[in-house]
């Protein structure tokens, strides 16, 4: 494993130039937060998960907003707090495995930063989730079934990130970032190679 030098940065390797903020988008369990904390420290840029962002605000968990105010009320703070990441420096921006379907959601980070999509398979996301009761849209009789349900409905709306990169099962988190920063280096315009 690389050595990681004292100002967040890898002291062996390329040093990377991030020109634009990189969101990472997919299903809950697809490993947004872990590989965007790891993408970051290895770029030495800001990581934000938005959804923690959202309840540092509100003093709340995610499923006690969905609880006390609704999915629609909290789907505008979500988009409320990408668009003010969004306008800050580069960085990395892990979000809701929901934030990616809103038409505005998607119109905002193509224009001032690009979703990079963390493609994992439905096995691997199941995995993932299934001992967890940190998920509010899996408190259901059947959760696979409706991780099976979202994950179709939603599959066709990441395909429009401009970046997608498929996870693979048995990767590391090193593995899994590596696999990104390789993918973005092959868009100049979001990042390149010092």
């Given at each position: 494993?690389?050595n990681?030098?004292?100002?967040?940065?890898?002291t062996?390797g390329?040093?990377?130039?991030?020109?634009?903020?990189?969101?990472?988008?997919?299903?809950?369990?697809?490993?947004?937060?872990?590989?965007?904390r790891a993408?970051?420290e290895?770029?030495?840029?800001?990581?934000?998960?938005?959804?923690?962002?959202?309840e540092?605000?509100?003093?709340?968990?995610?499923?006690?907003?969905?609880?006390?105010?609704?999915?629609a009320?909290?789907r505008?703070?979500?988009?409320?707090?990408?668009?003010?990441?969004?306008?800050?420096?580069?960085g990395?921006?892990?979000?809701?495995?929901?934030?990616?379907l809103?038409?505005?959601n998607?119109?905002?980070?193509?224009?001032?930063?690009?979703?990079?999509?963390?493609?994992?398979?439905?096995?691997?996301?199941?995995?993932?989730?299934?001992?967890?009761?940190?998920?509010?849209?899996?408190?259901?009789?059947?959760?696979?079934?409706?991780?099976?349900?979202i994950?179709?409905?939603?599959?066709?709306?990441?395909?429009?990130?401009?970046?997608r990169?498929?996870?693979?099962?048995?990767?590391?988190?090193?593995d899994?970032?590596?696999?990104?920063?390789?993918?973005?280096?092959?868009?100049?315009?979001?990042?390149?190679?010092t």
């Open positions: 494993m690389p990681v030098g004292g100002h967040n940065r890898m062996d390329p040093e990377y130039q991030l020109h634009r903020t990189v969101v990472l988008v997919g299903m809950m369990g697809s490993g947004k937060s872990a590989i965007g993408m970051a290895r770029l030495g840029v800001p990581f934000v998960d938005s959804d923690a962002a959202i540092a605000a509100a003093a709340l968990s995610i499923a006690e907003i969905f609880e006390r105010d609704g999915e009320f909290f505008e703070r979500e988009a409320e707090v990408l668009r003010r990441l969004l306008s800050g420096p580069p990395i921006v892990s979000t809701g495995g929901g934030a990616f809103a038409e505005r998607r119109t905002a980070i193509s224009e001032m930063g690009v979703a990079l999509w963390l493609d994992a398979d439905l096995d691997t996301l199941w995995d993932r989730v299934r001992h967890k009761d940190t998920r509010p849209l899996l408190r259901t009789p059947n959760p696979k079934q409706t991780l099976t349900t994950y179709n409905e939603r599959r066709p709306i990441y395909e429009h990130a401009g970046v990169l498929q996870v693979a099962r048995d990767a590391t988190i090193e899994t970032t590596q696999s990104a920063l390789d993918a973005l280096i092959s868009r100049p315009d979001i990042m390149e190679i």
